[in-house]
């Protein structure tokens, strides 16, 4: 069986080497063009294109893949079937029609709950308890066509969107060898989705991790997570972005006004010695980092800022 592999970050990686490792022919990889990083802007490869060169593989990068050229440069290699893993573009009528056994994505949740492009932290910032990942065949719709299978994954409290991230790519990736040969054999009947019971989550942008303390503190809470390790959760302490790492939801805050720092006392929650009152709780932070700065625990930053009890925080 002839694979095109599609995919970009690291959530891409396990599916690919765990297609190679199980001896398919990967013909080729498709992810996305460098990008400038850094000060230097320096040109940067995806992660997943390091795999490929390691593993020699042809690696092809286009802009966008509209245009017969792309088409027939993809169709050239032959592909019995196109795996996609968070490869970050739309796949155009013309590629998808390519390979004999369709185009299988393999997409971080329980189908259909959200569709779309943060679905991981959108599991988050609901509250769910369980989140998963689905493999399901791709068709024009974003994220619309049938599911081939489907795996359910606890979220644990202390879970990220970059810890889940991790768990549901190796998930995915077992899966994937599981009903790929299910799927070529015949031997599975895709179930369509229900759009009735759809949800989509929408992109995240930068803006979107400043905290406005006159929310919940389990609101705020669930953002630290969903928002880890990007954009950040941040608030600004003496002029400076102060990131939220780490944080945990604690009960009461009396008449406080919404972003005063205040002191904890001992055992209130994971070591926090202090915390922020907010519209409804108190947020306990464990760690943080000051721009420029690097990450410390909550305790070693109170000790080089002694003033920082009793500090009000900008509310957004």
């Not at 398919?24 to 990889?29: F, T």
């Not at 593989?57 to 509209?66: E, H, I, S």
């Not at 049938?146 to 995915?172: E, H, N, W």
Request: charged letters at 15%; proline letters at 11%; hydrophobic letters at 45%.
């Amino acid at each position: 069986m002839r694979v095109v592999f599609m995919g970009t970050p690291e959530f891409a990686i396990p599916p690919l080497e765990y297609l190679l490792l199980d001896r398919y022919e990967v013909a080729a990889l498709y992810t996305q063009p460098d990008r400038p990083v850094g000060r230097g802007r320096s040109l940067s490869p995806p992660p997943i294109k390091r795999v490929a060169q390691t593993w020699q593989l042809p690696v092809a990068q286009p802009p966008n893949l509209k245009g017969a050229e792309v088409a027939e440069q993809l169709a050239a290699f032959h592909p019995d079937v196109i795996v996609v893993a968070a490869f970050g573009q739309i796949l155009p009528p013309s590629i998808l029609s390519i390979p004999p056994h369709q185009c299988l994505n393999i997409h971080p949740s329980l189908l259909p709950k959200f569709r779309g492009a943060a679905p991981v932290p959108a599991a988050i910032l609901s509250g769910d308890e369980f989140t998963g990942v689905s493999i399901m065949l791709m068709e024009k719709g974003l994220d619309t066509g049938p599911v081939l299978t489907r795996a359910q994954v606890p979220i644990a409290p202390s879970d990220t969107t970059g810890t889940l991230m991790v768990k549901l790519s190796v998930i995915g990736a077992h899966l994937l060898l599981e009903v790929l040969p299910r799927w070529v054999r015949g031997e599975i009947t895709p179930q369509p989705q229900s759009s009735a019971a759809a949800t989509y989550s929408a992109p995240i942008t930068k803006e979107a991790g400043e905290i406005d303390w006159q929310r919940p503190a389990a609101e705020i809470w669930r953002r630290v997570r969903a928002f880890q390790p990007w954009p950040g959760c941040f608030t600004r302490w003496r002029g400076k972005q102060l990131k939220i790492l780490e944080a945990v939801p604690l009960p009461g805050s009396g008449d406080l006004k919404a972003g005063t720092v205040v002191a904890l006392p001992p055992g209130a929650g994971q070591g926090a010695v202090c915390g922020v009152a907010t519209g409804d709780g108190v947020l306990g932070l464990l760690k943080v980092q000051l721009e420029g700065r690097q990450a410390l625990s909550i305790a070693e930053f109170r000790r080089g800022q002694r003033d920082f009890i009793g500090a009000v925080l900008p509310l957004s």
